[in-house]
């Protein structure tokens, strides 16, 4: 592990799950940084609590049963992305000598993670919960690629309040 800068993957791993902030889902709606927010603190007070597995199928059970993201409501999308990062975050090349690399093909369908439920909570029960040392490595990573989720949210929602407030003033800022 000496070398690897886990933040960095953090903070890389969580600019992508902010991107699906201003996604169309459902009925034409979009997914609100208050949608990313709420469910990002809720999974993070479970996997804090109970565990990286438990936080997985709190994820998971979130994430709806539809497969296509056109069906998807917001929250749904939110965890299928969620997901779908810290799937990819275990296969980066820098974990590599953890042995956490999980096959699977990644889409730009988050619903996809729908259809694979039960072999992602597999992968979890049988690798990552299996070496003390990986799950501690994942479980304090998960918490802060949730953390920094968290923060990027409510970056995005000032950010939004101050145009809409520039908007309707008037004002121009630099």
């Given at each position: 592990?000496?070398?690897?800068?886990?933040?960095k993957?953090?903070?890389?791993?969580?600019?992508?799950?902010?991107?699906?902030v201003?996604?169309?889902?459902?009925?034409?709606?979009?997914?609100?940084?208050?949608?990313?927010?709420n469910?990002a603190t809720?999974?993070l007070?479970?996997?804090?609590?109970?565990?990286?597995?438990?936080?997985m199928?709190f994820?998971l059970?979130?994430?709806?049963g539809?497969?296509?993201?056109?069906?998807?409501?917001?929250?749904?999308?939110?965890a299928?992305?969620?997901?779908?990062?810290?799937?990819?975050?275990?296969?980066?090349?820098?974990?590599?000598?953890?042995?956490?690399?999980?096959?699977?093909?990644?889409?730009?369908?988050l619903?996809d993670?729908?259809?694979?439920?039960m072999?992602?909570?597999?992968?979890?029960?049988?690798?990552?919960?299996?070496?003390?040392?990986?799950?501690?490595?994942?479980r304090?990573?998960?918490?802060?690629?949730?953390?920094?989720?968290r923060?990027?949210?409510?970056a995005?929602?000032?950010?939004?309040?101050?145009a809409?407030?520039q908007a309707a003033?008037?004002?121009?800022?630099?």
């Amino acid at each position: 592990m000496i070398g690897i800068n886990l933040d960095k993957l953090a903070a890389e791993t969580s600019h992508r799950i902010i991107k699906v902030v201003g996604e169309r889902v459902k009925d034409d709606k979009q997914v609100a940084a208050d949608d990313l927010d709420n469910l990002a603190t809720k999974a993070l007070g479970v996997m804090q609590e109970q565990g990286v597995y438990a936080g997985m199928l709190f994820l998971l059970s979130r994430s709806g049963g539809k497969s296509s993201v056109g069906e998807l409501k917001p929250e749904e999308a939110v965890a299928c992305r969620i997901v779908n990062e810290l799937l990819k975050l275990l296969n980066a090349p820098d974990l590599s000598s953890l042995s956490l690399r999980i096959e699977r093909a990644y889409s730009e369908n988050l619903a996809d993670v729908n259809k694979e439920k039960m072999e992602i909570l597999k992968h979890f029960a049988e690798q990552v919960t299996a070496d003390l040392y990986k799950l501690l490595t994942v479980r304090s990573l998960f918490e802060q690629v949730l953390t920094y989720v968290r923060y990027g949210a409510k970056a995005v929602t000032a950010a939004e309040g101050s145009a809409v407030e520039q908007a309707a003033t008037g004002e121009s800022r630099p």
